[in-house]
């Protein structure tokens, strides 16, 4: 919806409609480590440079910066240069090995990964933002829970994508105790996979093709809250290598909410708002 209002000497055109127009997703293939941005429209998934293999996570913190965690045996914490595509190391996370899972930022700049930890099953655990370290771990209620995705809703609830159950699920960031929302659109989200939001709507990603681990290497939206989902379309070939997307997050600018467009004798301003850039 388009709104034009004359204040004084200035234009003001507004925009409304979150999420009516949206800036593609960010992904990483797990195997290969190529970044891709990709369609929210039609899944269409675009290289755009390559970065580190063995990405497992991604999020935006409180000033739009893309944050990622590695796996391992020495997994990281680190910050991903949207330019040059490098991992620039906050610290080891020290939480012995750790194999795909997610990663997300809460309102209050909290940051919490899941994964399956040495010794501990499947847990999430929240990281020390300066540091890198894994500050403690909550052993999730399912034990056979394998997280492909972690984000906080604007609620606050933290959710995921349970690939072994095949649904959508609530997690309690106190206790672990896991909660089933609705099962997942497709039964084959494969090893890897993300989970991202853009304008209030989540996205998620499916595995490639690996002999043992297969998904259907395509992008799905889902309501966040009732778990309602849609097939958006396949990522393609070169997306699906090896394990495929292992890792996705919102948009590097805000999908914009409101577009004020300022004009007037001292020129023109523009100003951009949108969904906040902390815990896409």
Do not use: C
């Not at 480590?33 to 996570?57: C, E, R, Y």
């Amino acid at each position: 919806m388009r709104l034009t209002k004359m204040i004084g000497a200035s234009l003001v055109i507004l925009i409304a409609g979150a999420g009516q127009t949206h800036a593609d997703l960010v992904g990483v293939n797990y195997t290969t480590g190529v970044v891709f941005s990709i369609s929210t429209d039609n899944a269409a998934a675009t290289p755009l440079g390559k970065t580190a293999t063995g990405i497992m996570g991604l999020d935006r913190d409180a000033s739009g910066s893309l944050l990622s965690i590695t796996d391992g045996i020495v997994g990281k914490l680190a910050v991903l240069d949207e330019q040059s595509w490098q991992l620039n190391v906050v610290g080891n996370l020290n939480a012995g090995f750790t194999f795909e899972g997610g990663l997300a930022v809460n309102a209050a700049g909290e940051i919490y990964g899941g994964s399956r930890l040495a010794g501990n099953g499947r847990a999430i655990f929240q990281i020390d933002p300066h540091t890198g370290l894994m500050d403690h771990s909550i052993t999730l209620s399912r034990s056979s829970t394998d997280l492909n995705g972690l984000q906080f809703r604007d609620d606050g609830a933290l959710v995921a994508i349970d690939a072994v159950a095949g649904d959508f699920v609530s997690i309690d960031a106190l206790t672990g105790q896991v909660n089933s929302i609705a099962p997942l659109l497709t039964q084959n989200a494969g090893a890897v996979g993300g989970l991202a939001i853009d304008g209030g709507l989540g996205y998620y990603v499916t595995a490639g093709t690996v002999s043992g681990s297969d998904g259907d290497n395509a992008l799905y939206s889902i309501d966040l809250y009732t778990g309602e989902q849609n097939f958006i379309g396949p990522l393609g070939t070169e997306a699906g290598t090896g394990f495929g997307i292992g890792a996705l997050a919102g948009p590097a600018v805000p999908s914009p909410a409101t577009l004020l467009l300022l004009s007037g004798a001292g020129g023109i301003t523009l100003m951009l708002r949108g969904r906040r850039g902390l815990g896409q």
